[in-house]
Structure formats: C-alpha cells, structure tokens
C-alpha cells in the first residue's frame, strides 16, 4: 500500500491574525477577484471551531437568523426587501439542488425574457459557481464588485448590537448576503433559494415571504449519521414554511410527512401539497442522470406550476406544457451522476458523483453500474480499466459507506445480468485527502481550513475498512494519497498505454470539485 505523508500548511489549519491582516491590506488595494476569495477564506472556520459548535448541541444556530437580520440591515437592507426577489425557497437532505437546478431550467425555458438568479452550495471549482444569472455563474468582475459592496458597507456601518457578535458573518452568510445583494441589485424576476444546512435557522432562511417552499427528500440515511430522528430533521426542514405561503414537499417516511404537515399548519402555510406520481417524467429523457431524479423532477414541476399560478396567474395544465419538458431534458447540474470524457487522455472516463451519504451512494451505484455507464458493451480495446477514487469527512461511517457500494454493486451486477464479481469489479482503489494539489496547496477558491490536520489520518482509515471488506483485493492496488493531484496522476499512468480507463470520483462534492480542476476538466464538466 502506498503511504505518503502530508505537512499541512499553517494556513489550512488556521489562519492567525497577522496572515488575515496581510490579505486584508492586500485585497483592499487591488480589490480583484483572487483578492475577494483570499479574504472571503479569512471568513472559514477552522476544526476546531466547528468541533466547538457542534459542542453546543446547535445552540449556535438558534441565534444565526437575528445575526443574518443585523448583517443584512447594515449592508443596507430590510428583511422585507427580500420579498422583491420573488423566491422559490428548496430544503431537504438530498436532491434539493438538483430540484433546484430543474426549477432553473424550467423557468429559463418557459420565461425566456426573464432574470433568474439561482443561488446553491457548495461550489466545485469557483465560488462564484454559488450565484448564477440565467444558468450562468456570475463574472469575476461582478463577483469582486458585489463582495467588496458588501465588505465596505459592514466595515462602515460598524455599529454591533451586541458586542460578542463578529463584525463579518462567516464564509457561508457572508456568501448568502453577497447573493442577496447581487440579485436585487440586478433586479431578478425569480430567485431559486437552496437551504444550505437544516431551515428554521439556515441564514437564507430570511424571506418573509417567499413565493413558494420546497422539501426534497429527507433522507432516512442521515437519522443515524446526525443522531436525529425523521421528525426531528422534518421539523428543521419544514421551518422555511411561511404564513400564507404554498408548502410542498415530495412524499417522506410517515413520521417526516406528518411533522411537514403539522409544521404547515403551525406556520399557518396556505397550502400543503404532497407531490403526486407523474407519469410524464418516466417518458421525459431527463437532463440529470438517475432514475432518482424523476423525484426531484417532479417537484420542480409542481414548484414551477405554482410559482407560476401565483406570480403571473398561468393556471397548471393537464399535460406538462413543451417549455416544461425542454426544461427538464436541458437541465444540467455538474457533479450529480456526470460523465465526462477526458478531453486530454482520451482513455480515461470520468464518472462524478458527490454522494455523501448512504442513500445517495445507493443512487450513485445504481446510475455507474449499469447498462447507459460502464456496463455498456465493452470496446474493442477490451475491458476498461475501473477505478475507485473515494473519501469521506472526518465523523462519517466510512466503513458503512463502502459497505454500501459494495452491496450495491452485487444488487446492480445481478440486477443486469453481469457475470462480474462485486469484489473485484474495481481494479484500483484509491483514497485521496481533499488537498488540490501535490505541493499541499489549495486552488483559492477550493482552500477549506475545516479540513483536520487527521485528514490523511481518516483516509487510511478508508483504506483499511476496504481491506477489510475485501480481503482478496491486491493491497498494491490500494493507495492512499495526500492529494487530489496524486490520484489524477495514478489514473493518467494507468491510461498511458491506451487501454480504456473508467473512473468513479465520489464520496465528497469537494473531492468532485478538485478533481474537475486538477485534471482540467472544466471546459467539458461545468
């Protein structure tokens, strides 16, 4: 097994006050996008905070929405401004920014003289990819412009009602307000509004009044990983219902429809809507890969329905109108079950997934192997060469994580006739920290100080698990890498010598997203 060590750079770490001054000094004379990202990173928190937060049993978030409310008023703004930005409010545990991405695209396809700001996290390759007009992230330029509107009107307006308050919200609100402002400032004609984490108290949670509101899946998967239960996460996520506002959710596990349903009573929602089967998704060749999607496709539909009825009076019809379907057929969301040819390395496929959880990996596995990815009839250059790129963040089960890929390859081998074996259906697995490249640095817009110094720690971890799970699995075929620019290299020398290579890059959007860079995929990918 291949070991190498990492040195994390003191900045990945923390970043102590003399670092933080110096970027400051910087940016504020040159004020360009780079610059931006260099002080919009002094804005992370570190392990150790987020350890420190998680301590507190969640007593940190009960106060973001009144800090959201002081940091939006001294950039200028009223809660009630927000009501401008017309929005379709989306939670949920898993497919929401696909629901979104779908919405998106609906509504591009059906108001094409329209402004739509779509607004979504993470981001894979550019902050920027957060804030998108018409499909399109917004420039450099107009980013660097928005973030130092923002930066100068919170240091000018310096007035705190409570001192223990930062003076600058941290990366996540500070990014969320730089949307808002951006998209009122450009005066959108819808704003698709994704949650970041939870509801009742995720900072994006500060329209009074949305148009609409959306729940995705709940995802069962997460009761164990965040010590919740259904109704416990349904109770979070049913906190974006409004007073006089639609409610509509997909259908959940009884206990998770339930609290929605009484969540929307005692929000006083006009309306609670469960989305019905529509038969027409099984016929629409969908722009997002998986047969999981045709959930998350028909709650953009019913959103957009009404989001339509209400803003424009446009009554649902019977049959989903053409502009709905071209919607749903062009709609693009990188990272989500994609596939990429390597337009370098012509032998090497990439497959990017960032499930990051039981149920999207089941997902993940289902869409990979079978018939329309690398089930599909061998080339004449033989078999491809499979390989697993994989991590996971530190506190997740990765043991149960790969247990469920490997379950699954059985179910999907069987499924499709395969005479393949689950245990030796990948020929190299690899497990890579999130750093971006060999030297141990970060891409500007890809630096995470959350990253614990036992990253690497938690990667061989993986490796082990695997082992474990696959005891005939030869051990040189295993590696565990410091960096996503080691595993790029491992699967350029496999492609060197022309035999077909399939990837598959999942486990983590951050590890999607570094991947994407490194081997320079973003032309193709994004």
């Known amino acids: 097994m291949l070991r190498l060590s990492l040195k994390i750079p003191i900045h990945i770490r923390t970043l102590n006050p003399t670092l933080i001054s110096f970027v400051q000094r910087r940016a504020m004379s040159n004020r360009s996008y780079k610059d931006a990202i260099d002080l919009l990173n002094t804005l992370q928190s570190n392990a ?3 350890d420190a937060i998680k301590a507190s049993g969640g007593q940190t978030k009960a106060l973001a929405i009144p800090e959201m409310i002081e940091y939006l008023e001294r950039i200028g703004y009223k809660q009630d401004d927000l009501n401008a930005l017309h929005v379709l409010h989306v939670t949920g545990t898993k497919g929401k920014g696909s629901t979104c991405a779908f919405v998106d695209s609906i509504l591009r396809h059906t108001k094409p003289s329209w402004k739509i700001g779509l607004y979504t996290s993470p981001h894979l390759v550019a ?17 660097a412009k928005f973030f130092f509107d923002v930066w100068d009107r919170l240091e000018e307006n310096n007035q705190q009602k409570l001192s223990t308050r930062s003076p600058k919200p941290m990366y996540f609100r500070y990014i969320t307000l730089i949307a808002f402002h951006a998209f009122l400032t450009l005066k959108v004609d819808a704003t698709i509004l994704e949650v970041g984490v939870g509801g009742t108290y995720d900072c994006t949670n500060l329209v009074p009044r949305p148009i609409v509101t959306g729940v995705s899946s709940l995802g069962i998967d997460h009761v164990g990983v ?15 219902f409004k007073e006089g506002v639609p409610a509509i959710t997909v259908n959940q596990p009884r206990e998770g429809l339930d609290v929605l349903r009484q969540r929307s009573v005692d929000l006083k929602a006009s309306e609670f809507i469960v989305v019905p089967p529509l038969p027409e998704l099984s016929e629409t060749r969908l722009g997002l890969a998986g047969d999981h999607q045709i959930t998350n496709a028909g709650l953009a539909v019913v959103l957009s329905q009404k989001f339509l009825e209400l803003k424009e009076s446009v009554a649902p019809q019977k049959t989903l109108p053409g502009t709905f379907i071209e919607g749903l057929e ?3 969301w990188p990272g989500r079950c994609q596939t990429v040819n390597d337009p370098t390395f012509p032998p090497i496929v990439w497959f990017l997934d960032g499930a990051h959880t039981v149920e999207s990996l089941e997902c993940c596995i289902e869409w990979f192997v079978s018939p329309t990815a690398t089930l599909r009839t061998v080339s004449t ?7 697993l790129i994989f991590n996971c963040t530190h506190g997740r089960s990765g043991l149960s994580f790969l247990e469920t890929v490997l379950a699954k390859i059985a179910t999907q081998l069987q499924l499709h006739g395969s005479e393949e074996a689950p245990h030796t259906f990948f020929d190299k697995a690899v497990f890579c920290a999130n750093v971006t490249y ?4 970060f891409k500007g817009d890809l630096t995470t100080v ?3 110094k ?15 799970l696959v005891p005939i699995f030869p051990k040189e075929n295993t590696h565990v890498l410091p960096s996503i620019e080691h595993a790029v290299g491992i699967v350029r020398e496999e492609a060197s010598n022309g035999r077909p290579v399939e990837v598959l890059v999942t486990g983590s959007l951050h590890l999607v997203g570094g991947l994407i860079e490194v081997a320079g995929l973003s032309d193709v990918a994004l």
């Open 454 to 468: 036992d990253d690497l720690k938690t990667q061989q971890e993986l490796a082990e698990a695997w082992t474990s």
């Open 226 to 240: 965040l010590g919740k239960t259904v109704g416990e996460i349904a109770w979070q996520k049913g906190g974006i």
């Open 330 to 332: 062009a709609a693009r």
């Open 127 to 143: 902050v920027r990819e957060r804030i998108r007009i018409n499909g399109v992230p917004i420039s450099e330029e107009l980013f």
């Open 438 to 441: 060999a030297d141990g640095n």
């Open 450 to 452: 959350s990253i614990s």
């Open 48 to 50: 150790a905070t987020l």
């Open 381 to 387: 250059r033989g078999k491809p060469i499979r390989v």
